[in-house]
T-cell receptor, first 115, second 113 residues
Framework: AQSVTQLDSQVPVFEEAPVELRCNYS??????LFWYVQYPNQGLQLLLK??????LVKGINGFEAEFNKSQTSFHLRKPSVHISDTAEYFC?????????????FGKGTHLIIQP | ETGVTQSPTHLIKTRGQQVTLRCSSQ?????VSWYQQALGQGPQFIFQ???????GRGNFPPRFSGLQFPNYSSELNVNALELDDSALYLC????????????FGQGTRLTVV
């Protein structure tokens, strides 16, 4: 089984400033890692995913994340945020063996962009 | 662009009643998963269906059950509704294989009163 911890429940930043949303995971097996975004009253949209290979992963909307196996982290970053980035962000993990466990999500980080 | 659709978008039920939520998977996907997202929480895995059989389940009681049909659409049934079942229910479809991303629907907001 996996567990995912998102270290910040809320992150306020000013528009055009950089942001980092932190995610740590725990697992006894190797995992795939994902970041999803959820806008109010909507479902989840995939931002990016790490399966293997390069530890720096680029996603949509200018987001990127870095997989760090030694620190069991998968932090999400964006160099310059916009008002439209205001949303809830979820980090998720699943065992890489392709099993039927489903995604394990963190509790989410609310990104608040201040003008 | 996700092609997963869920119905209804909202509904209100009374404690003790039964409810059925529906999901139409994205074309080409053969796996569907259901998640419960309580207010202010991350989604919790309920179960997964592949080839019309449940092949993975989270920590949810048997009164949560499901079906997957030959066209890969799916239903989530919840019996004997409790107040704590109030949540956003999300359906996700994928093509079974390593690393395949799951595409989520917009969700069904269930309120139990």
């Amino acid at each position: 089984a996996q567990s995912v911890t998102q270290l910040d429940s809320q992150v306020p930043v000013f528009e055009e400033a950089p942001v980092e949303l932190r995610c740590n995971y725990s697992s006894s097996v190797s995992v795939y890692l994902f970041w999803y975004v959820q806008y109010p009253n909507q479902g989840l949209q995939l931002l990016l995913k790490y399966l293997s290979g390069s530890t720096l992963v680029k996603g949509i909307n200018g987001f990127e994340a870095e997989f760090n196996k030694s620190q069991t982290s998968f932090h999400l970053r964006k160099p310059s945020v916009h008002i439209s980035d205001t949303a809830e962000y979820f980090c998720a993990a699943v065992a890489s063996g392709g099993g039927a466990d489903g995604l394990t999500f963190g509790k989410g980080t609310h990104l608040i962009i201040q003008p | 662009e996700t092609g997963v659709t869920q119905s209804p978008t909202h509904l209100i039920k009374t404690r003790g009643q039964q409810v059925t939520l529906r999901c139409s998977s994205q074309s080409g996907h053969n796996t569907v998963s259901w998640y419960q997202q309580a207010l202010g929480q991350g989604p919790q895995f309920i179960f997964q269906y592949y080839r019309e059989e449940e092949n993975g389940r989270g920590n949810f009681p048997p009164r949560f059950s499901g079906l997957q049909f030959p066209n890969y659409s799916s239903e989530l049934n919840v019996n004997a509704l409790e107040l704590d079942d109030s949540a956003l229910y999300l359906c996700a479809s994928s093509f079974r294989g390593s690393g395949t991303e799951a595409f989520f629907g917009q969700g069904t907001r269930l309120t139990v009163v």
